[in-house]
């Protein structure tokens, strides 16, 4: 189940919400200009490639590009059994507090990642999961967190053809927050 965490921005040890319901999750995501929708699973292939998950979700694809008039689609991911290196380097990618010019808008179609949305004096913590669709606003603070042993693939949406860019903040907020992995053993 999706999760939605929050705590005040000078406070990482106190949490004001903690809620696995959809319809709270979305309303609290809206208030921020965040776009939350959940869609039905389609199943995939064992392993599936990018073309898989862009072809199993196309149109669900169509109707979001349409309407939010994106003009770059892709699949990425990671799965387990990644080298250490590897997965540590994606990690740490998106691990700072950032914005970005675009919207980030993703599509968990396996396994989850949690959004950090530093927003209105709060931290707000979305543990994504298959079947979430969250897209964060342009000039949003945030970061992501794949966890120590990444495992999604994730539809992705962009108005840039140059796909992600990141502006980083150089705010060491985020490191002392709960990561990844702390939020999914506390469930
Ligand atoms: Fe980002």
Do not use: N
Request: hydrophobic share 45%.
């Amino acid at each position: 189940m999706t999760l939605l965490l929050t705590w005040p921005d000078t406070d990482p040890t106190t949490e004001l919400l903690r809620t696995e319901d959809p319809a709270a999750i979305e309303a609290e995501l809206k208030a921020l200009g965040v776009r939350f929708e959940r869609w039905d699973l389609v199943p995939l292939p064992d392993a599936p490639t990018a073309e898989d998950i862009l072809a199993a979700y196309a149109p669900q694809v169509a109707r979001v590009t349409e309407a939010e008039g994106y003009t770059l689609v892709d699949a990425m991911g990671l799965v387990p059994g990644a080298p250490a290196e590897t997965a540590a380097a994606a990690r740490a990618k998106f691990l700072a507090e950032h914005t970005h010019a675009d919207d980030e808008d993703r599509f968990f179609a396996q396994g989850s990642g949690v959004f950090y949305l530093h927003a209105d004096g709060k931290v707000h913590a979305v543990l994504c999961e298959p079947g979430d669709l969250i897209s964060v606003p342009a000039s949003t603070t945030h970061w992501f967190d794949m966890g120590t042993s990444p495992h999604f693939q994730a539809i992705r949406f962009f108005h840039d053809t140059e796909g992600w860019v990141g502006e980083f903040t150089g705010d060491p907020l985020a490191a002392a927050f709960p990561d990844f992995d702390t939020i999914t053993r506390s469930r």
